[in-house]
């Protein structure tokens, strides 16, 4: 369980002797609760108060991280049910699953496919994360040989799906040196796969029907010394996935049940049609997956999932940003007015929603104010006239307008005599303080 | 080993708003719908089952839009042209319930006026026998001329009136008193704001069971995890035992996904972005269902390959517990 | 049904069972005040039940012992037999209501010995004159004079040096000097010499010294006899920088301007003119000249005090937020541009970060927060809205931008609490008609913090506003209106008011008011956040500010500003920091453990938590979105 700040308070020394580097105890205190400091910064502490504070930082959700030549895939060390309430820190990880039956021709264009697919989603680029390979003929040369086929086209890690030790064996040669997930340990192959899993230092998935199985095969399977585990409940519509999901991240969470606390591995690719596909893997991204297997590779339902992966796992902590641009509103022409904001992104959207609802078209210029709210970075500095100034001219919005005029919130009124000097053949007009009030302003004074 | 199942009991209930009168209850509806009345969070059908499932709302407008996706002009066809054969339309792909949204302006830009929206309102009523939602453009003056008037002429019918917004809420609401219907309570995506309003709007008279709350979302790429969260947040707060939050919520999706430009957009736009139509039924489609996990009552959507597809997650949803 | 005889005062009348007392007085002819149009809210109609008894409707106003020495109010109790009543006199009534937390009177620290903890002294000295055979110089004979009174070594200025042999001889080498014999910063240097004057001066003259709070809006001085520790004058004005920005933030971002423009120092002009000003009135007073005053111990914000020193303050505003100097070293009056003695020791206490400066140190010491176990809450309500949690163990701090609004500032008719601010009112909730109190006057000029929390209480209860703060404008009453500003309530018509104008309060006020009260609730509620206990966990709750004399507890929590908690959970101070300065000019163990404060608080910045600004939205209602953090008030709000 997480220390409150107060309670790491009482085990530290308490005389803010300022060695960590923070001016008091309770400071300190209320960074390592925020996990925002290593508790070796202290000098101090006593050992049994560092046994304590070590033990209620232990992750309830255990990280599981593959690895393939350089990429990386995490999962875990979550500590959240909702969003909210602090977030959800490793996105799960995207794998698109081809089999051994394919042809190796297919295999290849297949991943390739994938592998180089990438979009960019405001300034980032998006792609998915990996591929898994699963055996279906039982043959351990077929097997090994399509993972060879995968890898001929891409370097990212693998999911290896089988059930027979022997094939798995085989898969897992191909792979030497990298750090993939095995699916999986059930009830009759576990010893065999746990052996396959210490040799290789691979990550071993758990499957069963049920979370009493689950409990039993993971606990097992620990015990055997396989520390890396993942579960599938064996879940594969929305409503099963959703209970089952939700049962084992409280009990991870809320109970520190250990037999559970591991990621979770979806397969909406077992889906009949791609559109249901499309909705479990939705589901498994918001609802505490932390490996999402899919089958049907097509960019304009990757583009989508892994625009709502991105979403779901926005620290809410953390202002997010808007990209800072020109954005058009209600379809601007060179006669609309041009108004500016910051890339806070609540202010973005009240502002930008508050003009859209008003059917009037207009430019809205967002300003790089690292993300603060107009007042809060104006009185930081990040929202005066020379960055507005900057962003007028870095967005080229002179050539979009007939007109030169721009209209600056209502808070930074005071800004409009140093904006003059700024953008000199620029008329500065001052909107009103609420965005709310925009539209109002825009039928009257515009 | 035996594994206890972690169930959540909470001491708050939503409320539930039923929508549409019948003919025994005074207005014209072959059905009612009802929404709300859950005591847990959403789909957790192993600690009990919710008495009434997520519906889903088309949303039409009394004159073919001229903003609107062509993907979805072209669905909906000459249907779009006549608000009587949309509903119809609507109704027979799926809908639980329809919206109306009306438009600022008539078709030569004149202000849309009382008796046009009267009529539009009555014209759908006439056409589908589906409880309705009643939109207003959307502007303070307008939402409060055009409301009471369609509120007057449709007594008894139990619309939902919306959109009540904290700037203008006071003539909505008194509509809805004054005419037994409900109203649709919008804030922009903030638990507190949503429940203030909630708050005077009850204190105006109106009681709970008669409030929808629409926490507003952003599409899918546009700000969906605020009303994601803010509905997280909404419906949990009401599980404890918050009164004022213990109202169904009525979301957007089908408006916030359409106007993106993933959706609207087909050409010039990049290669990664994929086919445009599915594309665009995706971005619809993954918003609502993320929305409807995290506890919407009503989505309200547009296009009716999005409304199949809901119907059918929502039936997953919703079935009972293999494991309880 | 039957009738019973109530006896007011000597008048018997008959009233049928069920009839309110204040019906009864009626009947007698003696009409009983109700403010809040009987609604049992502002105690006002209370009387005495002298025989007999009443059912009493409603005990809100009264407590245990009143009930029990026979009060009731009139409006809210029910006649079920014969009774007699006394009816009170109206100020005797406002005198027993117990919810206008009035601040202490200052009181001189128990055991004040200046010989002790006092670093200013004034020593009468008489010189051995020289002669032929003692040709010591001057500074000699005046240090050895003084090793006689004590005081081992001592330095003096080149300007005082000049001076010295003339003072020396016109007194005949009778004089009488002041030290400082205690620096804080340098403990052991030699006293230093701030004033010498020929001849002796009588013993029980007062040594004057002041103690000044600058506030980003108000400027609080206190004249002090340093001998005594007695306040002789208290005195406070507008800071005068307001004419340049209601803020810090727009006061710094206007120093950096002006500088730029090679205009220094005009922000430091406006607050010394200020001081300067109110020490002229302080000093009038007491028939004493400005530059009688000896030692000057100064409290303010960080910002005030870097403005004051006219030390750059830009840093304290952008991220990561630091000041220049947190602890000034010792000044004296003429280097800080004081009009006391030039060579009177200038104190400026330390603070501890941007926006928690030497005003939240002081404040905590004068609170005696930090000597409590009990884990206490002190909010200062003033511009910056700082707050601090804590107790002996452990001290979190935070600010919030609350805005000038409670002090009277940035409100249409808002004023000070001084002659002519309406302090208090209450509404009639059938007729809307307010009824107010005046600070020393009949005629109101505006409206004070004091009664700006008041007034906006009851317009929520009785309905004027709803609790978003809008104004009802369908109410049957000429009070509420669409004026200039917008939707406004008039609390004064211009008949009334001693400028002929109407005095109301619009719609733009009560936002502000609104957005004020929920950044100070918001700033606690993050601390307890923080800290992980329930704000509930507070056992007591310490109010400064400058409110004049007291504040109304009671609406206060209607409105949502304080917590709600049991009334004697409250203690109001008053202006903490003025006193805090005021306990450090005294007593140097005092000015010590300041320092010890300053050093072992914890400062939470609120710009790098959004927890706050949820906690903020949340509070932007009244009194609060979330009901039932307010139990005591939702019965009066619940329609």
């Known amino acids: 369980m997480a220390l409150s700040g107060i309670q790491i308070y009482k085990l530290l020394p308490q005389t803010n002797c300022k060695d960590c580097g923070f001016p008091t105890c309770l400071a300190f205190a209320m960074k390592l609760a925020a996990k925002q400091v290593e508790l070796s910064a202290c000098p101090h502490v006593k050992d049994e108060a560092k046994a304590q504070l070590a033990e209620a930082s232990e992750p309830p959700v255990r990280l599981i991280t593959l ?70 003929k039982g043959d351990p040369a077929a097997f090994s040989a399509a993972i060879e086929a995968v890898r001929q086209v891409s370097h990212r890690p693998l999911i290896l799906i089988s059930r027979d030790p022997n094939v798995m064996a085989a898969g897992l040669r191909n792979v030497d040196g990298e750090h993939p997930l095995m699916y999986g340990a059930d009830a009759s192959n576990w010893q065999a796969m746990g052996d396959l899993a210490k040799q290789h230092g691979a990550a071993l998935t758990v499957i069963a029907e049920s979370l009493d199985g689950l409990a039993d095969l993971a606990t097992k399977l620990k015990e055997y010394g396989v520390p890396d585990l993942v579960l599938d409940p064996a879940a594969r519509k929305l409503g099963t996935s959703l209970a089952l999901n939700t049962q084992i991240r409280r009990l991870a969470l809320r109970k520190n049940f250990r037999p559970l606390g591991y990621p979770v591995i979806a397969f909406p690719c077992d889906a009949e049609e791609a559109y249901e596909e499309s909705m479990l893997a939705a589901h498994a991204i918001a609802k505490y997956a932390g490996f999402v297997v899919l089958d049907r590779f097509a960019p304009e339902t990757a583009y989508p999932l892994l625009v709502l992966r991105e979403n779901i796992y926005t620290d809410p902590q953390k202002p997010i940003q808007v990209q800072p641009g020109i ?3 209600n379809n601007p022409t060179p006669d609309s007015p041009v108004l500016v904001t910051t890339n806070f992104s609540i202010t973005y959207f009240s502002v930008a929603n508050e003009v859209e609802s008003s059917g009037l078209p207009a430019w809205l210029l967002v300003a790089d104010a690292e993300g603060m709210s107009v007042l809060t970075a104006w009185a930081a500095g990040k929202f005066d006239a020379e960055r507005i100034a900057k962003s007028v001219k870095a967005f080229n919005v002179a050539d979009k307008v007939n007109k030169k005029r721009i209209v600056i919130p209502g808070h930074v009124a005071v800004l409009s005599g140093e904006m003059e000097e700024e953008l000199p053949d620029w008329e500065i007009r001052v909107g009103p303080r609420e965005a709310v009030d925009l539209p109002a302003f825009m039928k009257q004074s515009l | 080993m035996p594994v206890e199942i972690p169930k959540d009991s909470w001491e708050g209930t939503v409320r539930t708003v039923t929508l549409g009168a019948t003919s025994a209850e005074g207005g014209t509806r072959s059905r009612t719908i009802t929404v709300g009345g859950q005591k847990t969070l959403p789909f957790m059908n192993f600690e009990q089952t919710a008495p009434n499932r997520p519906v889903v709302a088309v949303e039409i407008k009394e004159r073919r839009p001229t903003d609107w996706s062509p993907l979805l002009l072209d669905v909906w066809g000459d249907a779009a042209n006549d608000p009587a054969a949309w509903a119809k339309q609507a109704e027979a792909v799926g809908a639980d319930l329809l919206v109306l949204a009306l438009t600022l302006t008539d078709a030569d830009g004149a202000p849309t006026t009382p008796q046009a929206a009267v009529a539009a309102t009555k014209a759908v009523l ?21 409301l009471l008037a369609v509120a007057e002429a449709t007594k008894g019918e139990r619309l939902a009136l919306g959109i009540c917004e904290d700037k203008n809420y006071r003539t909505i609401v008194a509509a809805a008193l004054a005419n ?22 009850h204190d105006m008279g109106l009681p709970l069971d008669r409030i929808l709350m629409d926490p507003t979302t952003g599409a899918l790429g546009y700000g969906i995890e605020y009303g994601y969260s803010v ?29 993106t430009k993933e959706s609207k957009v087909g050409q010039d736009v990049p290669e990664a972005w994929g086919d445009w139509a599915e594309r665009a039924i995706n971005w619809e489609t993954l918003t609502a269902v993320a929305l409807v996990e995290s506890g919407a009552d009503i989505v309200v959507l547009r296009h009716p390959e999005s409304v199949r597809r809901i119907h059918k997650a929502i039936d997953e949803l919703t079935i009972s517990p293999e494991m309880a | 049904m039957a009738d019973h005889t109530v006896t007011v005062g000597t008048q018997p009348v008959q009233v049928p069972t069920g009839s309110l007392l204040v019906e009864a007085a009626h009947r007698a002819g003696v009409d009983i005040q109700q403010p809040c ?21 409603s005990t809100l106003r009264l407590s245990a012992d009143d009930i029990a020495a026979g009060y009731a109010l009139a409006c809210q109790s029910v006649v079920e037999g014969d009774v007699s009543i006394t009816v009170l006199p109206q100020e005797k009534i406002e005198r027993r209501l117990k919810t206008d937390l009035t601040a202490a009177e200052v009181k001189v620290p128990a055991g004040y010995d200046p010989q002790a903890v006092q670093t200013v002294r004034r020593v009468a000295l008489t010189l051995a004159p020289p002669n032929m055979d003692d040709q010591r110089d001057d500074w000699s004979r005046l240090l050895t004079a003084l090793r006689a009174e004590g005081i081992e070594a001592a330095r003096a200025s080149l300007a005082q040096l000049r001076q010295l042999g003339r003072t020396l001889r016109e007194g005949d080498w009778q004089v009488t000097a002041v030290l400082d014999t205690e620096a804080w910063d340098c403990p052991d240097c030699p006293a230093r010499l701030i004033d010498l004057k020929p001849d002796h001066v009588a013993a029980d003259a007062p040594l004057w010294g002041v103690a000044v709070d600058i506030g980003t809006t108000t400027v609080t001085l206190w004249l002090v006899n340093l001998l005594t ?8 004005e507008y800071n005068r920088q307001i004419e340049r920005g209601e803020d810090v933030i727009s006061r710094i971002i206007y120093a950096t301007k002006n500088s730029r423009n090679g205009d220094h120092g005009q922000l430091r002009d406006l607050v010394l003119e200020t001081i300067n000003g109110l020490l002229e009135t302080a000093c009038k007073r007491v028939l004493a000249q400005p530059t009688d005053v000896m030692k000057a111990t100064i409290s303010g914000n960080s910002t005030m005090m870097h403005l004051l020193l006219d030390i750059p303050a830009e840093s304290i505003r952008l991220s990561p937020f630091v000041t220049a100097v947190n602890d000034v070293p010792t000044l004296t009056g003429r280097e800080v541009g004081l009009n006391i003695h030039p060579d009177a020791t200038v104190d400026c206490l330390p603070g501890v970060a941007s926006y928690v400066g030497a005003d939240i140190t002081a404040g905590v010491l004068s609170s005696g927060l930090e000597d409590v176990e009990a884990v206490t809450l002190f909010i200062d309500i003033g511009t910056n809205g700082e707050t601090v949690l804590g107790n002996n163990e452990w001290l979190i701090t935070c600010a919030c931008s609350a805005g000038p609004a409670f002090e009277g500032s940035g409100v249409i008719n808002g004023m000070r609490a001084t002659s002519g601010a309406i302090e208090e009112v209450w509404i009639n909730s059938d007729t809307y008609e307010p009824t107010y109190r005046v600070i020393f006057s009949d005629k ?24 978003g703060g809008n104004i009802n404008l369908t109410l049957p009453t000429p009070r509420v209106r669409t004026g200039e500003h917008g939707p406004e309530y008039v609390v004064a018509w211009g008949s009334e008011t001693a400028h002929g104008r109407d005095i109301a309060i619009t719609r733009v006020d009560i936002d502000n008011l609104i957005r004020a009260k929920a950044a100070i609730y918001a700033g606690f509620t993050v601390l307890a956040e923080r800290m992980g206990i329930p704000l509930e966990t507070a056992e007591q709750v310490l109010v400064g500010g400058s409110f004049g004399k007291y504040i109304n507890v009671e609406k206060a929590v209607e409105i949502g500003l304080l917590p709600d908690m049991p009334w004697e959970h409250f203690h109001f101070l008053g202006n903490t920091s003025v006193r805090g300065a005021y306990l450090g000019l005294l007593d140097k163990q005092a000015r010590a453990q300041i320092r010890a404060i300053a050093s072992r608080m914890t400062y939470i910045e609120l710009s790098a938590d959004n927890t706050f600004y949820e906690a903020f939205t949340s509070a932007l209602f009244l009194p609060h979105t979330d009901l039932s953090r307010f139990p005591s008030v939702q019965p009066a709000v619940t329609t």
């Not at chain 1, 089999?99 to 998006?126: C, F, H, P």
């Not at chain 3, 520790?229 to 406070?236: I, K, M, P």
């Open chain 2, 180 to 201: 037994d219907h409900c109203v649709t309570a919008r804030t922009p995506m903030d638990v507190n704001l949503a429940k203030q309003l909630n708050i005077l709007i």
């Open chain 1, 327 to 329: 954005y058009e509103i």
């Open chain 2, 231 to 259: 509905m997280e947040r909404l419906r949990l707060a009401a599980l404890q035992g918050d009164a004022m939050t213990q109202l169904p919520m009525l979301v957007t999706p089908g408006f916030e996904a359409w106007k």
């Open chain 3, 444 to 467: 109101p000029v505006g409206i004070c913090g004091s009664g700006l929390i008041a007034l906006m209480a009851e317009m929520l209860l009785t309905g004027v506003i709803d609790k």
């Open chain 3, 229 to 236: 520790g007695e306040v002789r004058a208290q005195v406070a």
């Open chain 2, 126 to 146: 006439g056409a589908s026998a589906l409880p309705l939602i009643v939109f207003g453009p959307g502007q303070a003056e307008a939402d409060n001329e055009l």
């Open chain 3, 37 to 57: 149009g009987g609604q049992g809210r502002c105690g006002r109609c209370a009387v005495l039940v002298t025989e007999g008894t009443v059912r009493r409707r």
């Open chain 1, 67 to 136: 690895t393939a030549n350089g990429h990386e895939v995490k999962a875990g060390n979550e500590v959240v049910l909702f969003r909210h309430e602090k977030t959800f820190y490793n996105k799960p990880g995207f794998f698109l699953r081809v089999r051994d039956d394919q042809t190796a021709d297919d295999i290849k264009a297949a991943v390739s496919a994938a592998d180089s697919y990438m979009v960019n989603y405001v300034g980032r680029e998006l792609m998915i994360d990996g591929f898994a390979v699963e055996a279906v």
